[in-house]
């Protein structure tokens, strides 16, 4: 991960500055955007220049994609972004009316008018600078700045852009970084960091802290509460991030979970948190010559088309002479995988290729690993006692994950939650 460039902080700058980000479900209608701003007014109560990131209203980026592909199957990605940079270009505006009426001074932003430079990539642009002079220059108006998350501009086109899926995230930290922000609140509809997703396993604890390494696993591999850029810029940039409740009440809000270093931590469990992620497809080549070159012609080709493989094991076949080999790719790059291995079925050599798109990837996550053994295989025994097969696993240094039937997806976490001591008491 480059850093982001961050102008030096000024010597008259005091360290006041809190940036607060709300979600979907936060800002879903004008009761709830209310309830926001409450939680923003407190903040400036308490003397604090407030720069506030909103996502879409839930559920209107779906929408906004949805009708991207039903425009066209093959449609314009930097008009996919002018579309759906929409829905948060609403909530900003409507916030910012809302604070007005609340008797506060505001005004929205949209990424462009900060700006907020991105890379071209649409869809899934990169952060690459912010200009904090316009929102500083607003704080000294005594304005909160109401910016909509998700989107930038590419400076040389001057084209609108978005920054992937959950990326209002990775605007509210990375806007954090540039104003030099004591804190950035991530505001949404759970009241911090559990151990695995709480809306499949009710015994699921808050966690105080998590570790930022942990935290780039957790949503890396599933735990969808934070973007995964969003957590390499805190780390890189060290800003101080909490996950919180937007539905607390605004007079009495809790302090959620922070994400924080290694050397903040008191208590250290061996695994931290369970994530699953069913964005995971398995393709198996069978009848594959067992010879050098192999694992190239059919890796290199899929990595020229930017399809990245996670997992991969190896069988002999009975022959000795051919193996099986399995991996996975993202389930959204499924069909595409499959037809360029299909074209180049005569050069990699293989008797037969079978896929599956009905499994998950489980993962167990935590920095406790690097330092206990058989941490992974208590898991397999674990899993074998429920009938659960493996297909396929990866380990690391702090995490390990297992690839299984989509079916035994919530058996599978709560099994590993229950085995690691996560559940609540
Ligand atoms: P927002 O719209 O506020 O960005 P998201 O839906 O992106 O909210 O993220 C919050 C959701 O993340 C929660 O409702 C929860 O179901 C899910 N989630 C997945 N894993 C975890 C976890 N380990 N801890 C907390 N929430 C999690
Ligand atoms: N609205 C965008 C999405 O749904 C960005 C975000 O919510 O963070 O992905
Ligand atoms: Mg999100």
Redesign the pocket.
């Known amino acids: 991960m480059r850093a982001i460039p961050v102008a030096p902080l000024k010597q008259s700058a005091l360290m006041t500055r809190l940036v607060m980000k709300f ?2 479900t936060s800002v879903a209608n004008i009761e709830r955007i209310r309830n926001v701003a409450r939680h923003v007014q407190r903040e400036v109560a308490a003397g604090y220049d407030v720069a506030v990131v909103v ?2 209203m839930s559920g209107k ?1 779906n929408e906004l994609v949805g009708w991207c592909k039903e425009g066209a199957a093959l449609y314009d990605n930097r008009e996919y972004d002018a579309v759906v940079a929409s ?2 270009q609403v909530t900003s505006g409507l916030l910012a009316i809302v604070l007005q009426d609340m008797g506060l001074k505001a005004r929205s932003w949209q990424g462009w008018q900060i700006p907020i430079r991105t890379s071209d990539a649409h869809g899934s642009a990169r952060i690459e600078s912010i200009d904090p002079a316009g929102l500083v220059a607003g704080f000294a108006r005594g304005e909160v700045a109401v910016i909509a ?2 989107q930038g501009i590419h400076a040389q086109s001057g084209r609108l852009t978005t920054l992937g ?5 990775t605007s509210a930290v990375a806007i954090a970084a540039a104003l030099h922000a004591d804190r950035c609140d991530i505001y949404t509809d759970v009241d911090g960091v559990y151990t695995t997703d709480p809306r499949i396993v009710p015994k699921a604890k808050r966690l105080d802290r998590v570790v930022f390494e942990e935290m780039l696993e957790m949503a890396s591999l599933g735990s969808k509460v934070l ?1 995964v850029r969003s957590v390499e810029v805190a780390m890189v940039h060290k800003v101080k991030t909490f996950v919180r409740s937007s539905f607390d009440d605004p007079s009495d809000p809790k302090p959620g979970t922070l994400i924080c270093d290694e050397e903040d931590i008191v208590e250290q469990q061996v695994v931290t948190g369970i994530a699953y992620s069913k964005d995971e497809a398995q393709i198996t080549l069978r009848g594959v010559a067992d010879k050098p070159g192999v694992a190239a012609a059919i890796f290199v080709p899929l990595a020229e088309a930017n399809i990245n493989v996670d997992m991969i094991i190896q069988v002999v076949s009975d022959d000795a002479r051919t193996t099986d080999l399995t991996f996975t790719v993202p389930s959204a790059e499924y069909e595409r995988a499959r037809a360029i291995l299909e074209a180049g079925r005569e050069a990699i050599g293989y008797a037969g290729l079978t896929g599956a798109t009905d499994v998950v990837k489980v993962s167990a996550i935590g920095i406790g690993m690097r330092s206990h053994a058989g941490v992974a295989a208590r898991a397999f025994k674990a899993l074998a006692d429920k009938g659960i097969n493996i297909r396929a696993i990866t380990t690391s240094e702090i995490k390990f994950s297992v690839l299984i039937d989509a079916e035994y997806t919530e058996l599978a976490v709560r099994t590993l939650h229950t085995l690691y001591g996560l559940d609540k008491a």
């Open positions: 979600g979907g996502s879409a980026t829905g948060e998350g998700f899926r959950g990326g209002s995230d973007q």
